[in-house]
């Protein structure tokens, strides 16, 4: 057991002022150690699962904390209040998707991604469509008829999306893509239709892949 203490601790003595210069290009704001995530992945095998240290840590406001938050609290233990109060907190794109990592593993993960995704703020809206890629990659019960609705919502309402929502968008459209093969060809074409999908990455190295090139080569690879 640590307390909430002894963990910011450790987050600040493994920070470095480049990973601070990184995080702040990618949105973290102020309030940052900037600690790898290499060091993050090491403290959540040393805590494992502590759903109050969780909650605790994500009332910082720290940016590391909350990412560890995300990575310690319990699927079993979320409520769909904390959920949104958290996701009402997220104000850069990498916790709005390590918040869904964690979304997509309770038992009301299906309900906050139909809320989400339909809400007009950018990190809502791309944490909503982070969960369904999520739950798509782990098979948990998306059906071919609600795969080929958000397909059609996707291809209608990806290009008037806010900036990061559009990312995650076309990152679940590849995921249909991918993960549900009666819908590929349908996914291939929505995306062709869709044309190229234009995210402003900021100060980053980061991109928006090609849908259509990105499922062919998942299911080259499958196929080998």
Excluded at 27 to 33: E, I, P, Q, Y
Aim: aromatic letters at 6%; a positive charge.
């Amino acid at each position: 057991m640590m307390t909430l203490d002894e963990v910011i601790k450790e987050l600040k003595h493994r920070g470095t002022p480049q990973n601070v210069k990184v995080y702040r290009r990618h949105g973290a704001g102020d309030n940052v150690f900037g600690v790898s995530f290499a060091h993050l992945n090491h403290l959540k095998r040393k805590i494992w699962i502590d759903h109050e240290l969780a909650l605790q840590l994500w009332d910082t406001g720290n940016a590391d904390a909350r990412s560890l938050a995300t990575m310690i609290a319990d699927p079993e233990r979320m409520t769909a209040t904390i959920a949104n109060r958290w996701v009402g907190d997220v104000s850069y794109y990498l916790l709005a998707d390590l918040l869904a990592a964690l979304i997509a593993r309770t038992s009301f993960a299906a309900a906050k991604m139909d809320q989400w995704m339909k809400s007009k703020k950018e990190y809502v809206r791309q944490c909503g469509y982070a969960v369904l890629a999520s739950v798509l990659k782990h098979g948990n019960g998306v059906t071919d008829t609600q795969g080929r609705q958000y397909l059609k919502t996707i291809e209608k309402e990806v290009h008037t999306s806010p900036n990061r929502a559009r990312h995650t968008m076309n990152t679940a459209l590849i995921a249909i893509g991918i993960y549900l093969p009666a819908l590929t060809d349908e996914a291939i074409a929505a995306a062709q239709r869709i044309g190229p999908v234009t995210v402003d990455h900021g100060e980053t190295s980061c991109q928006t892949p090609d849908a259509v090139v990105y499922i062919r080569k998942a299911l080259e690879r499958t196929r080998k």
